[in-house]
């Protein structure tokens, strides 16, 4: 009877159905919060954890010169670019085959129904497609550690422009992508050049003072630029454009967006990436050129040689 009585109060005790997905729906909401509130603090953990480990960097290596620190920086930087270019090299080319088997009607009867669907999907051809090539892309950047990767794609921009001339006013054929292509490969060789440009000073410079400066003048004017309206600059397209979900940059590559011609190139949210690419690599660039800005007004020695000959033009007004 004992035995029978503690049954009857446990079955009183334990919830109904409804009771069950209420209590369920109440502990996912509090432990929402608290995984919520919790990333949010790693996230600021490690904004802290990432400037600790620079000071801390810096600290461990007192004596390392300014021009070495720069060139140091220098290096990720054109690994950066140099991935960026063989990727979009890469991407370019196997968007516009896909491309061109999906208008002419090719691509069913080479790939079956089923995939020739999913490559007309950009989520699909974007994972599949696209971000493989990027991971070749990288893998040649560390395999070709001399080469940037300007001058095939400077060419190929050339080539893939006079290939529409001909085509337009030879065969009277014309599609799409073809100028999507061009657009795509010289965005990416016009914002992904410019660290490198600054790097060896190509940048055309509008001189009212300037040339008539010391080199210590030269250096501390040029460190003074860097901050105020180099960083800077980078900082407020990094903010505006990855600051949400929704932001001109992270809302195309979360979306994969692309043109709404059709049968074009499935890349445009890789252009809207190319803002970010721009801002880090020269955000990494304005810092290295700080470094060795510094240098020129303490007068250190070793001051860099341009290797490509480029000259920095100079307008005096």
């Known amino acids: 009877m004992a035995d029978h009585g503690r049954t009857d109060v446990v079955q009183t005790l334990a919830p109904s159905d409804n009771e069950t997905v209420i209590i369920v729906l109440c502990r996912c909401f509090a432990w929402c919060m608290i995984a919520t509130v919790s990333a949010f603090l790693v996230q600021a953990t490690l904004y802290v954890l990432a ?101 095939w794609l400077a060419l190929l921009v050339v080539v893939a422009e006079l290939l529409i001339v001909f085509s337009r006013f030879v065969f009277s054929y014309e599609q799409a992508f073809m100028a999507d292509l061009v657009r795509f490969w010289y965005a990416a060789l016009f914002l992904f050049a410019s660290a490198y440009t600054l790097m060896e000073e190509g940048h055309v410079r509008v001189d009212v003072f300037y040339s008539g400066f010391s080199e210590r003048k030269k250096g501390i004017v040029n460190a003074v630029g860097c901050v105020v309206l180099g960083m800077s600059l980078c900082w407020v397209i990094i903010h505006y454009g990855m600051n949400n979900s ?40 304005f810092s290295g050129y700080f470094l060795e800005s510094i240098a020129d007004f303490r007068g250190d020695p070793g001051k860099r040689q341009l290797e490509t000959g480029v000259a920095h033009e100079t307008y005096e007004t």
């Open 51 to 151: 400037w600790a480990a620079a000071i801390a960097y810096v600290l461990r290596t007192p004596g390392r010169p300014l021009r070495a620190e720069s060139e140091t920086i220098y290096g990720i930087v054109r690994f950066i670019v140099r991935a960026a270019f063989w990727a979009v090299l890469l991407i370019g080319i196997a968007d516009i085959i896909v491309s061109f088997l999906r208008v002419e009607g090719f691509l069913p009867g080479l790939v079956g129904e089923k995939m020739a669907f999913d490559l007309s999907r950009s989520s699909f051809r974007g994972t599949y497609v696209h971000f493989p090539m990027i991971i070749i892309g990288i893998g040649i950047a560390i395999s070709r550690p001399r080469t940037l990767g300007f001058t």
């Open 246 to 285: 929704a932001s001109i940059i992270n809302g195309p590559l979360l979306s994969f967006e692309v043109t709404q011609t059709g049968f074009g190139l499935y890349v445009k949210y890789w252009m809207a990436g190319f803002l970010a690419i721009y801002a880090v690599t020269m955000l990494l660039q």
